[in-house]
């Protein structure tokens, strides 16, 4: 199976030079830079890896539908600049064979937080997440979280996790990092929510944060997790209250506008 690697990047020194590295074995790797003004463009080029500039979009999917088309394969894998790909990935992914059914294929992911393996919380332990994508037959949306969808008549195959092919993904380094990403978010989840069917209600407001607590601390063990465990169970759901109030908002400035 041919696979391109593309990797979106804006101000990413620190990781992208691990990220870069993981990827010689393909044959196409394409770096969009979204305006750095750190040291990334020069860490790519040094590389010798293909660079290309793209105006600045909030996530890194956004840029997608102007970069896929230059890719040298129709199946590509996205990188995130803080992600390393193990060598028994990309074995697997080189061998496999899928039907023209698909569109995406999910690949196992392990993240990180403070460079610590997550072993707890929502994001705790291996899980599949959408990365190898079929440029013809899927759409990309300008939703966080939910920018990549297959076409009608297309399927999502998921990636068999075995010991040595997840993703190693550098999710956060420092609690600046965690809370100025996820502002970033904030800023379009109501839109996201509501294009996806979603719709406001005050019990939901309640409900939604303690089940999502509920969830990340006592069936994803967060208690296990010591105090990352308990902080990034109740992050989560701050989170998902705030997502809420994002989509009130959002429907709201709906209502207002004129007919």
């Not at 393909?26 to 290309?52: E, H, Q, W, Y």
Request: net charge positive; glycine share 6%.
């Amino acid at each position: 199976m041919k696979i391109s690697a593309l990797v979106v990047t804006f101000n990413e020194e620190r990781r992208l030079n691990d990220c870069l590295l993981s990827l010689k074995r393909f044959d196409d790797v394409m770096v969009a830079d979204l305006g750095s003004k750190d040291r990334s463009v020069k860490i790519a080029k040094n590389l010798r890896f293909k660079v290309v500039a793209h105006p600045w979009v909030p996530i890194g999917e956004m840029a997608l539908p102007a970069l896929l088309p230059a890719m040298k394969n129709d199946w590509v894998i996205r990188v995130d600049p803080d992600e390393v790909l193990p060598p028994e990935l990309i074995d697997d992914l080189s061998q496999l064979k899928v039907d023209d059914k698909y569109g995406i294929i999910e690949v196992p992911y392990q993240y990180y937080f403070m460079n610590k393996k997550l072993d707890t919380t929502i994001w705790g332990g291996v899980r599949p997440i959408p990365r190898v994508i079929n440029r013809t037959r899927i759409r990309v949306t300008p939703e966080v979280h939910r920018t990549l969808h297959c076409r009608p008549g297309y399927e999502t195959f998921t990636l068999p996790y075995h010991p040595g092919n997840a993703v190693l993904h550098y999710w956060v380094d420092s609690y600046g990092q965690l809370f100025s990403k996820h502002e970033r978010y904030i800023a379009m989840e109501g839109e996201s929510r509501y294009n996806n069917g979603f719709r406001f209600g005050w019990e939901s407001l309640l409900e939604s944060p303690l089940r999502s607590f509920y969830n990340s601390f006592i069936q994803c063990s967060g208690w296990r997790g010591g105090w990352h465990g308990w902080f990034l169970s109740a992050f989560f759901a701050v989170y998902q209250m705030r997502a809420l109030l994002s989509l009130y908002q959002y429907e709201k400035n709906i209502r207002r506008r004129p007919a």
